[in-house]
């Protein structure tokens, strides 16, 4: 049989996409299989993360906030609105029109490339042998020298609150609601909860999360985690942490939920609940039982540092492995999979350095250790931080609140993690992601000149902290 590919990729999100398009850059014969059909049922390549993800998350919450500047903010500026209203169809079918032109730009790139793209479903057979079975047709086994795993992941559905695709949803259902719900309760307190019920608290509902954790985002640096706990309260998210689901049940057109919190059995009766307690990586399907390919306890594959599997020229990146489960992750070790088929020299991703970013208003951004993190393992530590109130960018934009943290090895100086909570963290966090792959120090960031005014500083004058010497606030020592 002819060689048709020498890589073949299953899964076009992030982490695929990317794996396919470096491959065909660095000469390789390339197809990419993915099974993703947007609501139209139609074929979309860009995963998760274009089609129900990143992307449409990011244009709801650009929307709402300018709904919720625009009924909060713009007096205080002298900028007079009136009769403000919303359009919901108008603002979904934005957000609608983005994630296409976005789907179809990775279509674009793959025809661009040289990448065939094979709209279906893909399975590993034995060794690197793959059956692909197209939507409409008969399936087909390709024989190509690698393959890359990359099928992402999916919600995880709980039995408490089984999703009934109307009142009951997942994500994905979050992000397409046609009305505003009154009403919002959302299980799980943790980044995709928090993001989605901030776009529905700004467009009016009353949101409840429900978050079995004691601590609030227990990943984050406690004090960034404590002002942003009381920031997004002061919003209207009605965040209830020790709060464990034990149920729910639809009657009389709402969903009841029963939790315990503080010892005492509570209930909360909701229009829309959102199931948000986190996404388990995509097995199902994946692989034939001849295989052997080893999966961990959570059902996800088991690669090494460089995303090798047991199995030799399979590979596997993305939300399907170990590590966070983002989509800058996922394309970086798509890339770096490419390079290590296509030179035979394998090189990892660093994971210490992949930053987290949380798009609430404000916006919550960090990469390496937190502060709690360095205290538990003994690690010798300085602490400079800066709060947003005393930069006069902040300032001149109306913003209150916030702060930028750098810590710092106590005797190297080595920067280990920094942490900013504010308006551009998001943006702002990738100086730090530069200046600890190439592991600088703190004194490195006090004298890299920032441009004034901007709300980088705050980054600046928290680095120039460390050592006590921050200018726009008096230092504690
Ligand atoms: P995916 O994007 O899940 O893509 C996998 C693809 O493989 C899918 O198209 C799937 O249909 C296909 N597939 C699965 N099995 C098969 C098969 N057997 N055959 C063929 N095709 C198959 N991350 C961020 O970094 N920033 C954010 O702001 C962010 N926001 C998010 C918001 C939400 C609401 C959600 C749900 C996720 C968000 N994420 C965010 C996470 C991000 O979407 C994922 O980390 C990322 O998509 C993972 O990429 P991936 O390539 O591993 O998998
Ligand atoms: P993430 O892992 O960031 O998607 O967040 C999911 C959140 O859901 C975590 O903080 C979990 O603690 C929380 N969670 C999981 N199960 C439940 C439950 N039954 N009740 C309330 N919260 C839950």
Known sequence: MEQEYEVVVI???PGGYVAAIRCAQLGLKTACIDAWRNAQGRPALGGTCLNVGCIPSKALLHSSELYHQASTAFSAHGIQTGGLGIDLAVMQARKDKVVEQLTGGIEGLFKANGVTWLPGHGRLLEGTRVEFTPHEGEPRTLTPDHVILASGSRPLEIGLAPLDGGRIVDSTGALGFREVPRRLGIIGA?????ELGSVWNRLGSQVVLLEAQEQFLPMVDGEVGRQALKILGQQGLDIRL???VLGSELADGEVRVSYQQEGEERSLAVDRL?????????TEGLV????????????????????????????????????????????????AVA????????????????PSVIYTEP??????????QLKSLGTPYRAGSFPLAANGRALAMQVKHGLAKVLAHAETDEILGVHVLGPGASEIIAEAVLAMEFAASSEDLARTIHAHPTLAEALHEAALAVDGRAIHRVNRR
């Open 242 to 244: 020790g709060a464990r």
């Open 288 to 335: 034939a039982e001849e295989a052997g390919l080893v999966l961990d306890e959570r059902g996800g594959v088991v690669v090494d540092d460089c995303c090798a599997t047991n199995i030799p020229q399979v590979y596997a990146v993305g939300d399907l492995v170990r590590g966070p489960m983002l989509a800058h992750k996922a394309s970086e070790e798509g890339m």
């Open 190 to 194: 943790g980044i995709i909860g928090l």
């Open 363 to 372: 916006e919550i951004a960090w990469v390496g250790a937190t502060e709690q």
């Open 11 to 13: 899964g076009g999100g």
């Open 339 to 354: 390079e290590c088929i296509a030179t035979g020299k394998p090189h990892g991703v660093r994971l210490d350095t992949v």
């Open 274 to 282: 959102v199931v948000a307690v986190g996404r388990r990586a995509n």
